[in-house]
């Protein structure tokens, strides 16, 4: 079967079978692998993407169920050469190890920050929490996604005294809900 | 010795960039970062087929026939394979780590649930997987060994017929100690204490799972394998002897790696298979095991059934230890350790006290289950012996009425006393608990605790506070003492300085998370005055690293990382004589100062590493008798292992109504000798801490009586989340290690050491009232709640 969806902003048309995971068709078929799988019983969360702006364990779901959305992987987090500040985050608070889990825990921090500026550690815990990290112990990524809280608001706010401020304007647009990015 | 407590450190701008040790971002991340990682599965080759494998579906069956027609027939299939096929070219088993066997593709029987049967490889992963479906493979079921204590029965089912003259289950027996000496102070003893402990059958479960891209170019004659593997020259040198093609002409590659904790050291018979594949077909082929196989046929860790027994005077005074151990090893003897080891470094259950007298009887059986028994960051087996000693010390201390702080404190072996050999033959080569101990302490504010728990009992409330203290022994290892399957456990390290001074270290370690790229070129920058970001790092790649065993056993920083400062000391070596040649003094005129020599006396007077390297490759004259090139190699021997100490303090609260275990708190004090980056010490004992959550409160890896694994997946095998585990407290000693080059002495698994006694003494604590004494792992919501109504029971 034929199906069409838009991934990080680029449409995309392929032929493929209909048991498909998304998964495997953004890996596979699209090169884009830093998706990453790692259980195939959507506990592990190493496979989360964003459909449409939610986050989505893409083992989970078919290319198929994909086709006319907007789907946004790990690759897609950066805009314009400038890392997302939940990418700088876990840069700076060691929010990875073997890098394994990564990109879906920045996927879903991204969408938590989308909703909830300024998040609590304890809902920081609970929003990724359907996640497995085995490196880390969770401290560290609780501390990255507070990192990039924190620091929107500080870059947010500067925008608003400079609005000429084009570095300061990445990151502020990049705060911006999902549901706009497309 | 400093001491110096560590609190997170939230906000921090980190752009630190030390020419050495210290707090350094890691240079690994960007690639992670943008998904750019470079991990098995993300390898795609043209033409590239995929194969899948066909596992037994029970624990013990003798096979009477394979059907693989339908199979063949299957769209997109280009191969099926079975272990009769392999016998004809003698490939249908394969030496394990431990000098057994192990069978690559079941030709007579299979021996656990997911034994490797037959192989399909096809178009795709799909394809490859419906194949699978239309193998009929015709089974005479057999009674399975399921439970150890029965291995040795009379009558019990012989899992090893494929052993010549194999009678029972029996798989090795060890011994350490001295069981006289032991016996005679047991029998003077005020007090003696005993107690059963289980430390159940766990698995590391890293989020990558096992597999590995293989493609043979006949032309060449070479083998290209990329695979997941924690020791890739240990590896190739084993694909060599097994499958006969020459060792230079096969490249192991272990590129990102998504996690290893021990999972990643043996060969599997998956990667073997994949290797047969591309000979076979011609063609690039990819072996991705699932979470179901790695769950179940991989390599598993602990498996003790453990009988410890402790004596001590009436005021508190340790006298002796002794321990009887049922090993349980699967079905075949896979066990990643030093051969001379077959119970790893188990010998040092003496732990931190000093002792009159210990002793170690096992005995190790063959079970219907998977093999392993080295893994999850186990330091071969140091898990399980530190698990023992923590435990049976608070029994003690339950018994005599004592705080377990106190009991502790009392009987640690004294710093003036190291190097100090224990009475088991181990030479600690450096420590000072007390400080470690103290600190812990401060930092948990131990009394206060205590009164709040004194308080919270009166109304009812279970709270419990756990301490563990451990010494690790890592970085195996001396080279005359020990090896795996003859490689001895030497790490070889090249350094070349380019002409404009950036550099290239090439290890023979591998990282799975570690952060190497970062701390290997802290280790050089420290001794040649290079900054860590004109450094690559290169390593997991045999055809561009010199050999060496690899990175387990928290082994990479205590080998490899002396071999990097010793390399890098080689190359200033022969700097200063080129230093001392571009200023015309002598070489005994110039002093080192990070990154220069000056003339003494004269600090006017000075050339930079990177002009030495200029010079070096230069066309201006070299000093009488030195060659061109600012490079060097070294392969570096331990002449010891290093013991890491720490200090854990776990505070637990537990449900009255519900059974349910919170971890509160946990404060976790590290000494691991000299820090080369704190940031990344730090991350590597939270990953170890939450390990310990899983193993003392979730995971395990249960069988039912027929030999089904019931930990099938990650919905059967729960692993912590960020739910279960507090913010962690970290602080740390530094005691350098006498031997090491730069004191270091490894930190990768002290945490998973030294974390479930902790958590376990808490749990017990906080169930006092109950009278509860011990109760095994995991302490899940139902056993905790049947411990508590006086039905504690092993898990197995």
């Not at chain 2, 970062?33 to 043209?46: I, N, S």
């Amino acid at each position: 079967m034929q199906v069409t969806m838009t991934v990080n902003d680029v449409e995309v048309t392929r032929e493929i079978e209909g048991r498909l995971l998304l998964v495997h068709f953004l890996r596979d078929v699209l090169g884009l692998t830093g998706t990453h799988w790692g259980c195939d019983t959507s506990n592990c969360g190493t496979c989360v993407v964003w459909l449409d702006g939610e986050p989505v364990k893409s083992c989970t779901v078919l290319a198929a169920m994909a086709g006319g959305h907007e789907v946004r992987t790990v690759e897609g987090l950066a805009r314009g050469g400038e890392l997302d500040p939940v990418q700088q985050g876990f840069m700076q608070c060691h929010g990875l190890q073997c890098g394994f889990c990564t990109p879906g825990m920045m996927m879903t921090a991204r969408a938590l920050l989308d909703r909830n500026p300024d998040p609590t550690e304890a809902e920081i815990r609970e929003a990724i929490s359907g996640q497995i990290c085995r490196c880390t112990g969770y401290a560290t990524i609780v501390r990255s996604v507070r990192w990039a809280a924190v620091h929107e608001a500080a870059a947010a706010a500067q925008v608003t005294e400079t609005t000429e401020s084009d570095d300061a304007g990445e990151i502020a647009n990049a705060g911006q809900p999902a549901g706009s990015l497309s | 010795m400093t001491t110096v407590h560590e609190r997170p450190d939230t906000f921090h701008d980190n752009d630190q960039k030390p020419v050495g040790h210290g707090r350094m971002l890691r240079k690994e991340d960007p690639r992670f970062l943008r998904g750019r990682g470079r991990y098995v599965d993300d390898v795609q080759l043209p033409g590239m087929l995929h194969l899948a494998i066909l596992r037994a579906p029970v624990a013990h069956a003798r096979i009477l026939g394979i059907d693989t027609s339908a199979a063949e027939a299957s769209p997109g299939v280009k191969a099926v394979v079975t272990g009769a096929m392999l016998a004809e070219q003698n490939l249908a088993w394969m030496p394990t780590l431990s000098n057994d066997v192990q069978a690559v593709l079941a030709t007579d029987k299979v021996r656990f649930q997911g034994q490797e049967v037959a192989f399909v490889v096809a178009d795709d992963r799909y394809a490859a997987r419906d194949a699978l479906e239309l193998i009929d493979v015709e089974y005479d079921v057999l009674d399975p060994v399921v439970d150890a204590r029965r291995a040795l029965e009379p009558g019990a089912p012989l899992i090893r017929d494929d052993l010549e003259g194999k009678t029972n289950n029996h798989c090795f027996d060890w011994e350490t100690g001295d069981e006289a000496a032991t016996e005679a102070v047991f029998g003077r003893a005020d007090v003696v204490v005993s107690q059963d402990i289980v430390y159940p059958r766990v698995h590391p479960a890293p989020m990558e799972t096992c597999g590995a891209v293989a493609d043979f170019d006949a032309v060449e004659g070479k083998l290209r394998l990329w695979s997941t593997t924690q020791a890739p020259h240990a590896h190739r040198t084993l694909y060599a002897i097994v499958a006969g093609i020459p060792e230079h002409k096969i490249q192991v590659i272990s590129p990102d790696i998504g996690g290893g904790f021990g999972n990643k050291v043996p060969i599997y018979p998956g990667y073997v298979c994949a290797i047969v594949a591309t000979i076979v077909t011609g063609k690039p082929v990819k072996w991705m095991e699932d979470r179901s196989e790695n769950l179940v046929s991989t390599g598993f860790a602990r498996d003790y059934i453990m009988r410890g027994e402790i004596a001590a005077t009436l005021d508190g005074r340790i006298l002796a230890i002794r321990t009887n151990v049922l090993a349980d090893h699967g079905a075949f003897n896979g066990t990643a350790a030093p051969v001379k080891y077959p119970a790893g470094f188990f010998g040092v259950f003496t732990g931190s006290y000093d002792i009159e007298a210990a002793y170690c009887r096992m005995t190790a059986v063959y079970t219907n289950k998977a093999p392993g028994g080295v893994a999850y960051a186990c330091s071969f087996r140091i898990t399980e012996a530190v698990y023992l000693v923590e435990r049976i010390v608070d029994c003690l201390a339950d018994e005599l009425g004592m705080d377990p702080a106190e009991l502790r404190l009392k009987n640690f072996i004294r710093p003036e006393q190291f190097p100090y050999t224990t009475k088991t033959g181990w030479v600690y080569d450096s420590g000072n608990y007390e400080p470690t101990m103290r600190l812990a302490m401060d930092m948990a504010g131990y009394d206060a605790l205590r009164r709040e728990q004194e308080e919270k009992r009166a109304r009812g409330e279970l709270m419990g506070i756990g301490i563990a203290f451990f010494t690790e022994a890592v970085g195996a290892g001396p080279r005359k003492d020990m090896d795996i399957l003859g490689l001895g456990m030497a790490d070889g390290c090249e350094l070349r300085v380019h002409p404009t001074g950036k550099a290239v270290v090439r290890l023979s370690v591998q990282s799975q998370g570690q952060g190497h790229e970062t701390t290997f070129a802290q280790i050089v920058a420290e001794e040649i005055g290079i900054p860590p970001a004109d450094i690559d790092v290169v390593h997991g790649d045999t055809d561009n690293t010199p050999f060496g065993l690899g990175t387990y056993g928290s082994r990479s920083t205590p080998v490899s990382g002396a071999a990097a400062a010793l390399v890098a000391r080689k190359v200033r070596d022969k700097a200063r004589i080129i230093a001392s040649g571009m200023l015309e003094v002598s070489v005994a005129d110039l002093e080192w100062e990070k990154g220069a020599f000056l003339v003494k006396g004269d600090p006017g007077k000075t050339v930079t590493i990177q002009e030495i390297a200029l010079r070096a490759h230069g066309a201006g004259d070299l000093p009488e008798g030195i060659e061109g090139g600012l490079e060097s190699q070294i392969c570096y021997n331990p002449s010891n292992l290093t013991y890491p100490h720490g200090a854990y303090i776990c505070v637990v609260d537990v449900d009255p109504g519900t059974a349910q275990v919170k971890v509160r708190r946990f404060i976790a004090v590290d000494d691991c000798g000299t820090r080369i980056n704190p940031m990344i010490i730090e991350g590597q004992v939270h990953g170890g801490l939450t390990d310990g959550v899983g193993m003392a409160l979730m995971e395990m890896i249960a069988f039912d009586e027929d030999g089904n694994c019931l930990g099938a997946s990650l919905m059967d095998y729960l692993i912590p989340t960020a739910l279960e585990v507090p913010d962690w407290e970290t602080g740390f000693t530094v005691t350098p290690s006498p031997h090491h080059p730069i004191g270091a002495k490894g930190v990768g698994e002290s945490a998973t050491v030294g974390s479930p006694p902790a958590i376990v003494n808490a749990v017990v604590d906080a169930l006092k009232p109950f009278g509860v004494r011990h109760a095994d792992m995991p302490l899940t919501p139902s056993r905790v709640w049947d411990a508590m109504r006086g039905n504690a029971r092993p898990p197995v």
